[in-house]
T-cell receptor
Framework: DGGITQSPKYLFRKEGQNVTLSCEQN?????MYWYRQDPGQGLRLIYY???????QKGDIAEGYSVSREKKESFPLTVTSAQKNPTAFYLC??????????FGPGTRLLVL | GENVEQHPSTLSVQEGDSAVIKCTYS??????FPWYKQELGKRPQLIID?????GEKKDQRIAVTLNKTAKHFSLHITETQPEDSAVYFC????????????FGAGTRLAVHP
């Protein structure tokens, strides 16, 4: 999982602002995922992608958007429509099988 | 859809004791069950996983058991150490397709010296 990077480590969002979280992997993994983790809770799936230019909504996709223009990159945009964005955001990637490996996470805070 | 329940939510043990965390899943088609360990503020790290064609798997002090009939699986940690203190998550998925993992809510394990 050392080959998965997320930036920034901390991100501050102002009211009505869109912000983009970066996720990059150099593991040549096909699948990539975005999760949201709230304090003391489990991981909830936002979006996932199996191949370039294809992605699917997860359980809590409202207020978020993604793109998958390159195999290595899967950025997540938190839009102004997401009214409660404060959380720890985790990106993961997986080879053809099931095992997912996580990046170090981005903590998003609202000003 | 798949649902995964995890118990207990908190677990406190003395160093050297064993710890057991249990999860149940709802979709009988699930066939892959990983366990992740997450230390405070860090990423979840895979510690062990099991597939449905296996009933038990061990890795040093950690073992996972799977009962497909009852649709539950458990994590066993023996000879616990303070560095085992963390939040542990179970998950379940169906192989093929997009391999969506459904996570349990987590168990906070505290190992006291």
């Amino acid at each position: 999982d050392g080959g998965i990077t997320q930036s920034p480590k901390y991100l501050f969002r102002k009211e009505g602002q869109n912000v983009t979280l970066s996720c990059e992997q150099n593991l040549n993994h096909d699948a990539m995922y975005w999760y949201r983790q709230d304090p003391g809770q489990g991981l909830r799936l936002i979006y996932y992608s199996q191949i370039v230019n294809d992605f699917q909504k997860g359980d809590i996709a409202e207020g978020y958007s993604v793109s998958r223009e390159k195999k290595e990159s899967f950025p997540l945009t938190v839009t102004s429509a997401q009214k409660n964005p404060t959380a720890f955001y985790l990106c993961a990637s997986a080879p053809g099988g099931e095992t997912q490996y996580f990046g170090p996470g981005t903590r998003l805070l609202v000003l | 859809g798949e649902n995964v329940e995890q118990h207990p939510s908190t677990l406190s043990v003395q160093e050297g004791d064993s710890a057991v965390i249990k999860c149940t899943y709802s979709d009988s088609a699930s066939n892959y069950f990983p366990w992740y360990k997450q230390e405070l503020g860090k990423r979840p790290q895979l510690i062990i996983d099991i597939r449905s064609n296996v009933g038990e798997k061990k890795d040093q002090r950690i073992a996972v058991t799977l009962n497909k009939t009852a649709k539950h699986f458990s994590l066993h940690i023996t000879e616990t150490q303070p560095e085992d203190s963390a939040v542990y998550f179970c998950a379940a998925s169906i192989s093929g397709g997009y391999n969506k993992l459904i996570f349990g809510a987590g168990t906070r394990l505290a190992v006291h010296p």
